[in-house]
């Protein structure tokens, strides 16, 4: 298994809602990703998980709140967003401490905050 | 957070020229990597680079790590349509730390 699977693909939620972004990989790898990437722009880096443990919090908003229940999920909790969230949430897994390797990407999940 | 320039921002060519795309930051980087995005997916790992100077070749792409670790480019020869897409380089951080910056993106379309 080589892939990065993140659910649900598409999401549409109200500002008061709460709802829950899930990313799943079997490769093995220890480091896991939460990026952000507004249209026509690239991805912007949103949370590092390293064996389990959040290492990097980069200046994110508490109305996204990550979680890493084991080595192989890794969860974004939303609640109380704003429209200006609205963008394509990308999750990478890569082997820890080693970027030589390369990243691995899911396909997005697609958040519409209405 | 380190700044990675992408250049040119947008590229419009046809089938079967040449092109290059670049990317500039200030800062030294332990690797370097290339990916390609298609609309609605994730970005798909290319290649990646580590020593400065390296050269490496996938089919009709070449990629090359400036020799100070500051720079990179991307090279396509004979491009075709399926080479369309936004290109992004990425790169980590000299201390080691398993965190990765992206480019600003080249945006290639290559007419038929």
């Known amino acids: 298994d080589t892939e990065v699977t993140q659910t649900p693909k598409h999401l549409v939620m109200g500002m008061t809602n709460k709802k829950s972004l899930k990313c799943e990989q079997h490769?093995?790898?220890?480091?896991m990703y939460w990026y952000k990437q507004k249209a026509k722009k690239p991805p912007e880096l949103m949370f590092v998980?390293?064996?389990?443990?959040?290492?990097i919090n980069e200046s994110v908003p508490s109305r996204f709140s990550p979680e890493c229940p084991n080595s192989s999920l890794l969860n974004l909790h939303l609640h109380a967003l704003q429209p200006e969230d609205s963008a394509l949430y990308l999750c990478?897994?890569?082997?820890?401490?080693?970027?030589?390797?390369?990243?691995?990407f899911g396909s997005g999940t697609r958040l519409t905050v209405v | 957070t380190q700044l990675l320039e992408q250049s040119p921002q947008f590229l419009s060519i046809q089938e079967g020229e040449n092109l290059t795309v670049y990317c500039n930051s200030s800062?030294?980087?332990?690797?370097l990597q290339w990916y390609r995005q298609e609309p609605g997916e994730g970005p798909v790992l290319l290649v990646t680079?580590?020593?400065?100077?390296e050269v490496k070749k996938l089919k009709r792409l070449t990629f090359q790590f400036g020799d100070a670790r500051k720079d990179s480019s991307l090279h396509i020869t004979a491009a075709q349509p399926g080479d369309t897409g936004l290109y992004l380089c990425?790169?980590?951080?000299?201390?080691?730390?398993?965190?990765?910056?992206f480019g600003t993106g080249t945006r290639l379309t290559v007419i038929p």
């Open positions: 990425a790169g980590a951080e000299e201390t080691g730390a398993n965190n990765l910056f």
């Open positions: 800062s030294v980087f332990s690797s």
């Open positions: 990478a897994s890569s082997q820890d401490f080693d970027v030589g390797y390369g990243y691995t």
């Open positions: 490769m093995g790898h220890r480091a």
């Open positions: 998980y390293s064996y389990e443990k959040l290492s």
């Open positions: 680079v580590v020593t400065g100077g």
